[in-house]
């Protein structure tokens, strides 16, 4: 119950512990009146017919009687007056009661909206939960995708990093291949000018084109012949490889040979294969075949 319906409630129940007895003294008051006046009346009757039988016997007798009378006439004019002061104290209590009831009904209206506020507030409160709820889980969303990208990140690093690896391996691989191929061009030149020049036409080991992106494939079949050894990859036009590119397979870091594409399909592409020596190894199924932007 609410601490102002407490207060009204104790006011009241004063208000009645008051009420109670001055309606008791009132009601035996009035009974008392009531039956003084009767009993005046039985005896101003009877003192008028024995005024009348015996007018001069009881001469003194009326004159006590005339005193009661004048006694009980003040003592009714004070009974008068105590009532005119309960009247007064009950128009007191009268007004205090409509004040409190106004006091009251006042109270209601503030509790009115003291409820409405409350009730405002806890809507505003779900709200700003709703919201925060909103909020947290965008949060755990952005916390999770940052971490993906963290680990992607990482995930990238770590293939550049192999990339980078790869790609050191392969130049020093090539500086070796063109050590290699001067020193076979310096034989080839001693060789003409002992015997003069070889015929027929003979295909350059770097013919073809540089690859325009880098590119990782495996190596799927290789298919040997007296003229020329033929290897297939597992990468196509789909991938993004070209007729004429020229690629470098190799097996872990040691150099094999150099691969120049022939065919290309959606998911495979056909090379021929150049520069394999059987003193680094020959080219085995599940070997990496390499593409280096700009260069082969």
């Known amino acids: 119950m609410h601490i102002l319906t407490k207060i009204f409630v104790v006011l009241v129940s004063l208000l009645a512990v008051f009420m109670v007895p001055l309606v008791v003294v009132s009601t035996m008051n009035q009974e008392h009146w009531r039956r003084d006046a009767l009993e005046s009346s039985a005896q101003v009757s ?7 039988t015996e007018r001069q016997a009881f001469l003194a007798r009326e004159a006590q009687l005339t005193e009661q009378l004048t006694a009980y006439s003040q003592q009714q004019q004070s009974y008068v007056s105590e009532l005119e002061s309960c009247r007064t104290a009950r128009e007191g209590i009268a007004a205090r009661l409509i004040k409190s009831e106004a006091d009251a009904a006042s109270r209601d209206g503030m509790n009115r909206s003291l409820t409405q506020s409350v009730t405002t507030a ?3 409160n779900s709200k700003l939960v709703a919201d925060l709820e909103t909020l947290r889980t965008r949060a755990l969303t952005a916390e999770r995708r940052r971490v993906e990208l963290d680990e992607r990140l990482a995930e990238l690093d770590s293939q550049i990093q192999v990339g980078e690896a790869v790609q050191r391996a392969l ?21 003409t000018a002992r015997f003069g020049t070889i015929e027929g036409e003979v295909l350059a080991e770097d013919e073809g084109i540089a690859p325009d992106r880098n590119l990782q494939a495996t190596v799927l079949d290789i298919a040997r012949s007296n003229e020329r050894t033929l290897v297939e990859i597992d990468a ?12 470098t397979v190799g097996d872990g870091g040691t150099f094999i040979g150099r691969l120049r594409i022939i065919q290309v399909d959606l998911n495979r592409a056909t090379g021929i294969l150049t520069l394999e020596n ?18 082969h």
């Open 236 to 247: 196509g036009s789909r991938d993004g490889i070209q007729k004429g590119w020229v690629m």
């Open 46 to 52: 009877a003192a008028r017919a024995q005024q009348n």
């Open 122 to 124: 806890q809507e505003l």
């Open 278 to 295: 059987s003193g680094r190894g020959k080219v085995k199924p599940g070997q990496r075949a390499y593409a280096l932007a700009g260069q």
């Open 171 to 191: 130049r020093e691989e090539n500086a070796q291949y063109k050590r290699d191929q001067r020193a076979l061009e310096s034989a080839l030149s001693e060789y």
